[in-house]
Every structure is written in C-alpha cells, then in structure tokens.
C-alpha cells in the first residue's frame, strides 16, 4: 500500500476530487493548509501590488516575507498498483507550469485496518 500526500492549489480542489472520483479513487482526506515553496509566497499578485505606492502602507502591516500562500493538502491511500493512477491524476489535473502547483510525496503504508468490521490491509481499501 501506498501512502499518497498531495499539497495543491485550493482553486483545484473541485476538479481533482471529480478527476480522482472518475479514476474509480474516490475515498481521501483534504485538509486546508498554510505554507511555502521556494517562491517564498510571492505571486504575480503580490509583484503588482508592490508597484502600487499606495498598498506599499497596506502591505507594511502583513507583516515581513515569506509569506504563508493557502493550499489544499490530499491524503490517500492506495493498493501498490494504484500508486501510478493516483499520482498521474493529480498531476494532470493540476499541472498549470506555474510556480506554485504543488508536490506530491508517496510513502510506504505499513497497514490499514478498518475498525467497524477489523478488516486488515487492502481489503479497507475498496
């Protein structure tokens, strides 16, 4: 089993759970999450506003770099024959070539188990 940790951009959360659901994936967990990438939380947004004189005062106030940007994070858990599936969905559905896409980590899962029957292994997963 694989453990499959995908951090991706909230505007893509819709459309990556119908992409996941239409791989025949449906059962995850999403979180919101705050963090940063190398871009240190600097947009095409940000860039513009620091040109503006006026929000210069404003963004004084938010505080010093890097900032945090908002973003989804997906956790699922798949038969070992599944892993490709997964990660190839979520980078089709979210590749935009833009900084800031997200990453996906997938790590070894030791067991499952489901409680209310105790089921063990990839039998929870189906």
Known sequence: MKHIIAIIRNVKMNETKQALADAG??????????????????????????SDIDSKEMLAQLGPEPRLKSKRLIMLVVRDEKKDLAVQTIINTNQTGNSGDGKIFVIEALGSFRIRTGETDDSTLD
């Open 25 to 50: 994936l449906p059962s995850f967990t999403a979180l919101g999450v705050t963090g940063r990438g190398r871009g240190r939380g600097l947009g095409p947004a940000y860039q513009q506003v620091l």
